[in-house]
């Protein structure tokens, strides 16, 4: 069982950044896809972004130009850089992976960590 903790959440003002992490608990060259998800009160989760394991990457339009997600095979972490944060990005922010690497959809992940609040204040 793959164990992911995220941190670098916290409290930013509109047009600030923030920088998440999320470690792993085996190498991450093992874990072809990872991906960053976040859920926002009484809404569902939505995808953000994803990477394999060759550096291919996958953003959702929200957050395309926005956040730049990026991995770290020495340090087992993955990262999502968050600039230009608005009001609107305020969720739980989560880090998941899969060995295989199918889709961005939850479905297509097998791991997932606890999240980190994010928080962005007008």
């Known amino acids: 069982q793959v164990q992911l903790v995220e941190s670098g959440g916290g409290l930013v003002q509109s047009g600030g950044s923030l920088r998440l992490s999320c470690a792993a608990s085996?190498?991450?060259?093992?874990?072809?896809?990872m991906g960053w998800f976040r859920q926002a009160p009484g809404k569902q989760r939505e995808f953000l972004s994803a990477?394999?394991?060759?550096?291919?990457?996958f953003y959702a339009d929200s957050v395309k130009g926005r956040f730049t997600i990026s991995r770290d095979d020495v340090k087992n972490t993955l990262y999502l850089e968050m600039n230009s944060l608005k009001p609107e990005d305020t969720a739980i922010y989560y880090c998941?992976?899969?060995?295989?690497?199918?889709?961005?959809?939850?479905?297509?992940?097998?791991?997932w960590g606890q999240g980190t609040q994010v928080t962005v204040s007008s």
């Open positions: 998941a992976a899969t060995y295989g690497f199918s889709g961005t959809a939850d479905r297509d992940f097998g791991f």
């Open positions: 085996e190498p991450t060259s093992r874990l072809n896809g």
């Open positions: 990477i394999s394991v060759s550096g291919l990457t």
